[in-house]
């Protein structure tokens, strides 16, 4: 794939801002923006002949008419984001400013650049590999501080130059193995099959923790989902606007208000947590509240933690067991935490000997008592700091599955060696596993796999 021509978009956000930022690349980058860019006094700036790295303040302007006062940035290829000449435009942020630069530009022989076009040069560039790339798209869409923290990681090559180091290995075996099948009929032996066989379970070992890495690696860019569970009028709604800081669900003393469940997220000492309030779970003969209590069991099975909320004034601890028990035959491997609500009205002393058998925090939603315990308790349940950013973690469900595909090759791998399998067999897995490594980086790609990749990022990027 080779692009020649000179692309342009609007880098910043879309709407009415103080600033916005218009980008320009290609090989026309600097001809295109010196018939437009003047001084003050209508003189040409000579934007070819500026050195890379500079800014340049003048006006944006057409015959004699000016559309802005701006600063241009001048990027000279191969040291700028696209490995192109590129120029970025610093210009009000006005629509009509921003739209008038940009026909100005596509009538001086820009086009219009389609979604990730720009990271798109960058990788066909050699700036960035496809894992890198797409680690871009993360950064952009990263929501807290870890998300943010593995985007970078995974932006610098900390995911890519692990799969190069797994490749590379496997690389060496590789042409061992099909360099014996030009002497096949000499019976030789170039690939020993004893280092082959340690190489590939080594290989096997690192790729499945990488696999395993995608569990948190997926939390942590989309959030870990939290189920508010309990029976009706327990305060599951109170406390997911305590929790938001907003009134996000409908509050009322009429049993079975919460018909459906709501979700909405926040931010907690840098964790993303989605937050689920649910229907009341208790038996009844009204389909649409069934509806939501069925909902409420499936919100359970799909949460990596479930808070089971209950009227601490309402309940004996027999009957908590009981709850307790129903709520323990959905929850998979979701970890539950146990909270007693409304202790504004209960003497928190007798309640504690009541419920001592159970590991549980005690709030009052309503007067946000020992909300924050309940955070914290969250936070430790997924603590940010037992996650080394600086390991590599998968985030990617692309990956993820090249990484499964090359793992079951390298097991075919291991049979064929186990089985004396012939060479010319070996050599096939070992370059399907081969081509699934080079898939995530791109030294393996095609035009439907970028088409896919690049345009899901924003135009100007």
Known sequence: ?????????????????AIAVIRLSGKKSFEIIDKVFFDKEFKSKKIPEQKGYTIHFGIIAESDIVIDEVL????????????????????????????????????????????????????????????????????????????????????????????????????????????ELDFSEEDVEFADRTDLKKLVHSIIGIIEKLV????????????????????????????????????RAIVSDIPGTTRDTIEDEMII????????????????????????????????????????????????????????????????????????????????????KEFASYDVIYISAK???????????LVGLFDARTVNTTETIVTNARHVDSLKRANSALKKVIAGLDSGIAGDLLAVEIRYALDELGSITGEVTNEDLLDSIFTRFCIGK
């Open 367 to 377: 007067e946000h008592k020992n909300i924050n315990e309940l955070k914290q308790k």
């Open 72 to 179: 241009v940035s001048v990027f000279r290829n191969p040291h700028s984001y696209t490995g192109e000449d590129s120029v970025e435009i610093s210009c009000h942020g006005s629509v009509y400013i921003q739209q008038q630069i940009l026909q100005l530009l596509l009538k001086h022989g820009a086009r219009m650049a389609n979604p990730g076009e720009f990271t798109l040069r960058a990788f066909l560039n050699g700036k960035f590999d496809l894992s890198q790339a797409e680690a871009v798209a993360d950064l952009i869409a990263s929501n807290s501080g870890l998300s943010h923290q593995v985007a970078m990681q995974q932006m610098r090559g900390g995911f890519s130059n692990k799969i190069k180091i797994l490749r590379d290995h496997l690389v060496n075996f590789a042409s061992l193995v099909e360099l």
């Open 1 to 17: 794939m080779i692009l020649n021509d000179t692309i342009a978009a609007l880098a910043t956000p879309h709407g009415s801002g």
């Open 212 to 247: 395993m890495s995608f569990e948190v690696g997926n939390v942590i860019k989309n959030g870990i989902p939290v189920a508010i569970v309990g029976k009706p009028n327990a305060g599951k709604s109170t406390l997911l606007n305590v929790l938001l800081e907003d009134d």
């Open 269 to 352: 000492d840098g964790v993303l947590f989605r937050f689920i309030d649910t229907a009341g779970i208790r038996t009844t003969t009204d389909v649409i509240e069934q509806i939501g209590v069925n909902k409420a069991f499936d919100a359970i099975k799909k949460s990596a933690i479930v808070i089971y909320l209950f009227d601490a004034h309402e309940i004996s601890s027999g009957d908590l067991k009981l709850e307790i028990d129903l709520i323990k035959e959905h929850i998979g491997n979701s970890q539950l935490v146990i909270v007693a609500n409304k202790i504004d009205v209960e003497n928190l002393d007798d309640l504690k």
